[in-house]
C-alpha cells in the first residue's frame, strides 16, 4: 500500500473543536482551481484510512432502487451494471468488520437485508428522543442511524467509545471510531505479505509499450522519485486523485489519460447537494452525541411531489467554534453561542446527477482543477421545506409552539466559504459499467482499456443516490477483493514457512 499521508498523530488537537473546525489542522494544505480559475482549499485529507478518520461514521446500504434507472426532477439518475442482490452479501460483511450498529425493520426505505445489524442501535439522547417521538406522532417512520462506532451501552465501562461531542469530522484520540486505519489497513499489515509505505505520492502510472498492462508505479517519497511494479494495480485514491492520476498518466497509448478512451476519466463527478439546517428553540439542547436520528420519508418523494427528494439526519452536535467556522444568518437576538446551546443541528442529502461537464481536469502544472455546476437542486430544495413545515410543529411543555424560532443555513464548508470545496461524497469519475465507450472499468472495477489496473474507492459510482458513500465504497472494495483472490489464483505459502 501507497499512501501519500501518514497516521493521523495521536494528539489532544484530535479533539479540539479550535483546531479541527478553525483552524483546518488536520485538512490537506494543497490547492485546487475551480472552473474559474479561482483557489479553492479543498476539505479532504491525506492520511492512512483517508477521510475515515474525520468521518461521521454513518454507515448506509444505497437503497435497491438507487441501482436501478431512477427518474429525478432533474433528470435521470442512471443504472448501476450490477445488482442489489450482487452487492447484499458484500454490505453484511462490511457492517461486521466497521461493526455497524442499527435497527432493521424501520426505516421505509430500507433495502433486504441477509443479517441483523452486527451491534444494537445508538440509543437517543432526551432531546433527540423527544423529536424522534414527535416524528412517529406526525406520521412519519424517524429510525436510528446506522453508526460504525465501539460503542458498548450495556458495559459502559469496557466500551472503547466514550460517546463524546468530536466524533463527526474529528479524528477518535481513542481509536474508537471504525475507521478503515483500525479497522482494515492495520489488520492487513499483520499479514506476512502486506506492506504500507507512508509519505509515499503516487505521481504517475506508466504502461508497457502496448499499453496493456500498469508497468510502473512512479513515487514521490521525500526527496526521492521510486519505482514499483506489481502484477495487479489498484488504485484508491479518492474519487478526485484517482481521477487525476489517470489523468496524469497519460502516454502515447493513451493520449486522452490511462483507461480513458472513453473520454469519462474525472467526468460525472457528483458530491451530493448536501446542507446544515440549524433548528433553533427556546429550550436548550444538551445532546453530546447528537447523529442518532434519520428520516428517509421523503428519499423517493411524496404523494404530492413524486421525485425523490433525499434523506434527513444529523451532523454531530455543532459547537461555538463549528459555528463561527461557517456562520449561519443570525437569528435576531441571538449570539453564535446561544445558538449553540439551542440548535439541533440537521444534515441533509439529496442526489445530484451525473453531468459530464462536472469534472477533474488538470492545469497546466499538473495541478487539480474541479469545475462544477449544481445539478438537480428542486428536490433539495422541498427536502429543506418539508423539514421547515415539521420543525414549526414543534411545541413543547414549556413553551409552547413559541418554542421553536426558525431553521437557519450554516455554510458548513469548514476553513472558507467556498461551497465546491466541501468535497467529503466525492464519487463518480471513473464510473464502472458494461460498455466501454461510455464508462472506463467494467461492473469488476478493472479498467476497460487494460489488463491489470482496477480503481477500488468511491470513483466508480455511476450515480451517488442520497445517503452517505462510505459503506458502498467498503462494500464494494470487499467485492473487488473476492475477485482479485480468484484471479490471483492459491494464496501463496508465507516466507520462510519452508
Ligand atoms: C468530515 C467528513 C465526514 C464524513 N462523514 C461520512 C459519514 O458519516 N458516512 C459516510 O458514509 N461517509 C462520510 N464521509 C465520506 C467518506 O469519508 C468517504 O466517502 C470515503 O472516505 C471515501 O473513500 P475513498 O477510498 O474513496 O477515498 P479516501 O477515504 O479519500 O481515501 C483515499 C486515500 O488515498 C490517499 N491518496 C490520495 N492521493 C494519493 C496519491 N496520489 N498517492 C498516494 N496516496 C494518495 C489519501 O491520502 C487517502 O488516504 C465523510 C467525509 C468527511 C471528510
Ligand atoms: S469516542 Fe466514540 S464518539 Fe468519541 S470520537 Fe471516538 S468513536 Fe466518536
Redesign the pocket.
Known sequence: M????DYVPREKENWSSQAVNLEARYNTKEVWRDKKGALLHP??????????K???????RLRKEDFGELKHHGGISPAWPISYEGLEPYYTRAEALYQVHGERGVDPTEPPASAPYPHPPVSHEPRIEQLHEDFKGWGLSPFHTPLGVMLDEHEPRKSLCIRCNTC??FPCLVQAKAD?QVCAVDPALGHWNVELATR????RLETSPSGREVTGVV?ERGDRIERYTADIVVV????I??A??LLRSANERHPKGLANRSDVVGRHYMGHTNSVQIALSLCPNPTVFQ?TLSVNDFYFGTNEWTYPMGHISFVGKLDLHALRAGAPAMAPGWTLEMMAKHSLDFWLTSEDLPDPDNRVTLDRDGGIVLSYTPNNLEGHERLQAKLRQLMKRQKCAAHGSECHKGIFARNFFVGDRIPLAGV????GTVRFGHDPATSALDPNCKAHDLDNLYVV???FFPSSAA?????T?MAN?LRIGDHLRERLGPHPLPRNSG
Open positions: 501507497l499512501e501519500r499521508g476539505h479532504t485529507n491525506y492520511f492512512v484510512g483517508g477521510n475515515t474525520f468521518y461521521g461514521a454513518a454507515l448506509f463527526d469530522g478503515a509515499s505520492y503516487v505521481s513515487v484508491a485514491a479518492g474519487a486523485n484517482s487525476a492520476l447523529k467529503a461524497h466525492q464519487n474507492d468511491a470513483s445517503v452517505n458513500p462510505a459503506l465504497v472494495a
